[in-house]
């Protein structure tokens, strides 16, 4: 029996689909005919699924911390937007910590290339080193060598990171804080991801 096919929806009804199962079969017009599709459809999406990779964790359960990670993430943009800091630094506090979970190892660098095209140096820089600043404010935790931020002080970001850990990451901890619900961001994020891209493919740590 010959199986039927069910195609993925378009986003536009407008829209056209390549109906090719190989990028090897892709011809210049097929590509063409994607890259104008993928413009706005990224337009569309890009920011509303950055802000479903956080919701999505809402009503996780916690492995010890007395607020799960949607929680700290939102106490830590409340507190960088009530201490007036910019729409930038409001949207990378909420976002700073979405791949803690699926990405532990390198929650930073999940979160740098998620909103690093979007974004200052000063915050993708802070995004990439601020697990490493967080030593500091463990200091009794077995293996962490709380000063290992050092090899990188004299850094033109190096007092961003540690602010913003010390005051909006290590501190974001409390359940009695009343944080803004998340529709409060929405807009911000949305304003983020609708800037012209930078391409930092090529820019490394090292680089920086």
Partial sequence: MKQSLTYSALAD????YIEKIS????????????EQQRKPYLAQQQAAQA??????????PSFGYMVNNYRHSLQSATMVLRDGLPEEDVVVALLHDVGFTTCPMLHGDFSACLMGAY???RNYWMLQHHGTFQNLHSPNMPGVN????????????????????ARYDQAACDPAYPCEPLET????????????????????????
């Fill in 51 to 60: 802000i479903r990779l956080l919701s999505a964790s809402e009503n996780d």
């Fill in 23 to 34: 990028l090897q079969d892709f011809s210049v017009a097929d590509w063409q005919q994607l």
């Fill in 146 to 165: 709380p000063h290992e931020r050092e090899r990188w002080r004299g850094h033109p970001y190096f007092d961003w990171t540690a602010e913003f850990v």
């Fill in 185 to 208: 961001f929405v807009p911000m994020v949305r304003a983020i991801f609708s800037r012209p891209p930078v391409d930092r493919r090529s820019i490394t740590k090292e680089q920086q």
């Fill in 13 to 16: 009804p407008q829209w056209r």
């Fill in 119 to 121: 974004i200052s140096d």
